[in-house]
């Protein structure tokens, strides 16, 4: 062994002691936590107790890729052990790379996967990955579905499972939760406090990627979105510092994290607004209607979505397919109380004859569990969407269209290609002004949206052009039904945001353009632009290609 680390974790002993990091009021004062235009890597990993001078990092002579990426692999080993990091000649390499939802993602083959154990830990990679210029990736729940989301091929693949606190605060109005957690794990733990909060719907989600981009929730005609019900962000900024972000300490960056994904920092823990669940307890499953019912079924998708006001605790999604030809809508109508089947706004589906129905009194955690059944691993995955203004018409339109264009899809070996219609309802776009507002440019004066997606899987790598060329034609199609009718709308929703899709452009100019400048203040060097390169990005779409669709 060339180096020697006694020292060094000495250091770092001391330096997780003396920093209470699960404290925001811990956090690095407010004057130093914006980058100065001399900032120091070195010095400032020396701060969190690293010493570069006794790092293969100090070796760094040849700032080729590989080169950079191995010392810094090798540097993080030498800090956290090798149990922290992972190479690809070890089995755990490939159990971890295998856990992505995606078999696009899990194709990926990262130079090194490190285990951040704790949040100083996320600080010192990012430092490392500066100072060695070797890119990196941070996954939380590995949802994302496409190539260097949330892992990146010869980089560092961050992996933030470590970080899975779930703290319930004393009076129980908030909760703590570390991006190292799965939304059934969140509820599963809060059912006993008779409390949850407002994440995503299927279990094994995490909440680092859906919290970052929105999060639509079973409770967000109430409550609104995920990203609107953070009462604070500690996050990890370029500098490596931690602040906290609410709406009076760095309101600006508070509002870029409300929907602005990965380019201000890593969230090492969210601190949500709790809500009250008793014993968990709430209503829904799933419809599913013949092709003679289509016409009742987008009136009262369309009914359900335009009466919200009415009654909040009622959402829905519906999810057109083909299955072995026969065409079906598989409608999931879901209430924030039992006996959802009573609420008058339910009424329009009640009278449509259902060849199966599981809507039933639940408990999230389970609820949750049981839809992850539908959307299984290893796969080709995309989402890739759109949102148009509400109107019956398109509801009508839109799966029309899916239908026409779906032969296209027939040789595709292992295709499975859905449409899903969801409401953006009004109530949801007026919570969205809480605390100050996000970016994502979804105003009430546009009335409620239809966010639209066509998901598919999907076997081979070499179909892919045929996937994607088949939904940029029924995207083009629908966008152009909406504009036919004035009921055009440019935002795109980043966590059903395809690969090709630009999605911060979609949030309008004025928001880009801030979110642009927030980024200069707390990331003059652009380190989430460019250290960490993958996902959607303030400038583009994580990979452009004029052919498909890119919103
Ligand atoms: C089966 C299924 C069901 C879904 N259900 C819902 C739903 O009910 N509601 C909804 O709104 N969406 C839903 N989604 C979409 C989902 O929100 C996105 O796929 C989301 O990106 C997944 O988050 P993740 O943490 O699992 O993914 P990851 O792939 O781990 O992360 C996605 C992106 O976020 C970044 N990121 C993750 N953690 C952090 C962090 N702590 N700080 C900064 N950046 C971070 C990653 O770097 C990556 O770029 C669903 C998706 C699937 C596949
Ligand atoms: C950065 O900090 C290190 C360690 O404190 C110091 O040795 C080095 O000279 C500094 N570099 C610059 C450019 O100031
Ligand atoms: C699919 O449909 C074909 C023709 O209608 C039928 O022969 C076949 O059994 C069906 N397969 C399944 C799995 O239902
Ligand atoms: C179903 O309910 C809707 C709205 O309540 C009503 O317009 C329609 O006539 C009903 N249809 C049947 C078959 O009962
Ligand atoms: C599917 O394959 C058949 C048989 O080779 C061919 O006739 C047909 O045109 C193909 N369809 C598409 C959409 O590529
Ligand atoms: C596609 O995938 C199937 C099933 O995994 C496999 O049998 C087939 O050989 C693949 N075809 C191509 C062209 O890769």
Redesign the pocket.
Known sequence: MLFSYGSLLAALALAANTQSTDDPSGAVPDTDAIEPP?F????AL?DLGVN?AELPAAQLVDRSSNAACSIACASLQGIYGPASVDFSNEPTYDTFTSGYWSQIQENVNPYCIFRAPDKTAVSVVILLSRLTTCPFAVKSGGHAAFNGASSIDGGITVSLAALNQIIVSNDKKSVAVGPGNTWNAVYSKLQSYNIAVIGGRVAPIGTGGLTTGGGISFFSSIYGWACDNVNSYDVVLSSGAQVNASPTSFPDLYWALRGGGNNFGIVVNFNYAAISLPGGNMWGGTRVYTENNFPAVTKAFASVVQNSPSDGNAGLWVAWLANNGTKIAATELYYAKPNGQNAAIFKPFNNITAISDSTQNRQLAPYTAELATSNPYGLRETYYGLTVKADQSLADAAKDIFYQELPATANVSGANPVMVYQGITLPEIQQMTKNGGNPLGIYASDGPLYLIHVACWWNNASDDPIIYAFITKVLNRLKAAATKINKQNDYIYMNYGGLYEDVIKSYGADNKAKLKSISLKYDPDQVFQKLQPGYFKLDRAPFVDPRYYSG
């Open positions: 001399d120091n890597v070195t010095a020396f570069v």
